[in-house]
């Protein structure tokens, strides 16, 4: 198995090492549908609570409920299966369905809906965490605690791709590159695969910016990301005005999801993502090879609504991210946050 590399993290460590998911109601994720369903429509929406279960896991079940090819089941994007999670699932429904009679391990429809159209994946803003970080130091951190998440609400975290997207121990490294030595894979395990191989050349950008410490500032040659949309702009002259809006977090810096051309980027930030791309050679140019398209993402994420409390052993926290940051990271900027011994 290969290693991760331990990315940077943007705000010195306070010494805290915590435990997380000591039980599922330690981490709940609450999914947020970008658009009000219609109410009419051969597309039944379900709002799904799942313990302990993957999302292509439940998407299964319910086609094999009804009937259907798991591919007319439609979901906005995977949920941890280590977790309470709330999401939507949609199902082309076109006789009766009981549901009152489904049934599935660690699974609850809570509501049902009705709309036109299936359920793709991307179509939400975002999700709401409720998380427990546990440790039985906690409150003796409390005031360095209180000072590291006000810091975090006013200056964002940087946006790596969490451990999870390269699975347990790295082995979604190894399997991008047993891909590109010619194994064959099906089509899910070569998405997985393709995205690995992005995200490990993204997260070493991010990490370099990160140790510079303009991970949250915007440089000449900049894409500039405006905050909440796909939206950015090219960056030639860094003016007072694109300072003050990268300190408010109207707008962020972003890296390069590397693929067939050039770096978006341009002067001395697409020649640091050139270097670094240049580290993992192979997996550069076995993207190239691909013919995929290259694209960006905000090297800094918005960690909006946040709420936190001190609860005996633990540190509760609530906050919201857009579509694609992944809480993980978030904690890793707060504790060394491992996951309890029964879920490792």
């Known amino acids: 198995m290969t290693a991760l590399p331990e990315w940077a993290t943007a705000y010195d460590p306070l010494g805290l ?29 379900l709002w799904v609570e799942k313990t302990g279960a993957n999302t292509d896991w439940v998407a299964e079940q319910l086609a094999k409920f009804c009937g259907i090819n798991p591919r007319d089941v ?35 429809i809570l509501t049902r809906e009705r709309h036109g159209r299936k359920l793709r994946r991307g179509a939400h803003t975002g999700n709401t965490f409720r ?22 609400a006013e200056q964002g975290a940087p946006n790596y791709f969490g ?26 395990k070569r998405s997985i695969a393709l995205s690995t191989a992005r995200s490990l050349i993204f997260n070493s950008i991010l990490d370099v910016r990160v140790r510079q410490g303009t991970w949250s500032t915007i440089l000449a040659g900049e894409l500039a990301n405006l905050d909440g949309s796909g939206s950015v702009f090219a960056v030639n002259v860094v003016s007072d005005e694109l300072v003050a809006r990268c ?65 005996d052993d633990a540190l509760w926290l609530e906050f919201r991210l857009a579509r694609g940051g992944f809480a993980t990271t978030v904690l890793r900027e707060i504790a060394v946050a491992r996951m309890a011994a029964s879920y490792r």
């Not at 998911?21 to 051969?42: I, K, W």
């Not at 209180?146 to 810091?151: F, G, I, T, V």
């Open 17 to 45: 090492d915590a435990e997380i998911r000591r039980q599922p109601s330690d981490f709940q994720v609450t999914e947020n549908l970008s658009y009000t369903l219609d109410g009419a429509g051969e597309h039944e929406y």
């Open 247 to 311: 300190v408010a977090q109207d707008i962020h810096p972003t890296g390069s999801l590397w693929g067939d051309g050039s770096p978006a980027s341009a002067g001395e930030v697409a020649a640091l993502e050139t270097v670094v791309a240049a580290e993992h050679a192979d997996i550069a140019a076995s993207l190239v090879a691909t013919r995929m398209q290259p694209e960006i993402r905000a090297l800094r994420m918005c960690v909006s609504d946040l709420h936190w409390s001190f609860e």
């Open 163 to 188: 451990e999870q997207r390269f699975g347990r121990a790295g082995g979604n490294i190894d399997m991008c590159r047993a891909l590109f030595a010619g194994r064959r894979l099906s089509r899910s």
């Open 74 to 108: 439609g979901y906005a994007g995977m949920k941890d299966r280590h977790a309470i999670t709330r999401q939507w699932f949609s199902v082309c429904q076109r006789g009766e369905v009981r549901w009152d009679e489904f049934v599935a391990e660690g699974v609850t």
């Open 131 to 152: 998380i427990a970080l546990r440790a039985a130091d906690t409150q003796s951190h409390e005031q360095r605690l209180n000072e590291r998440l006000a810091l975090i």
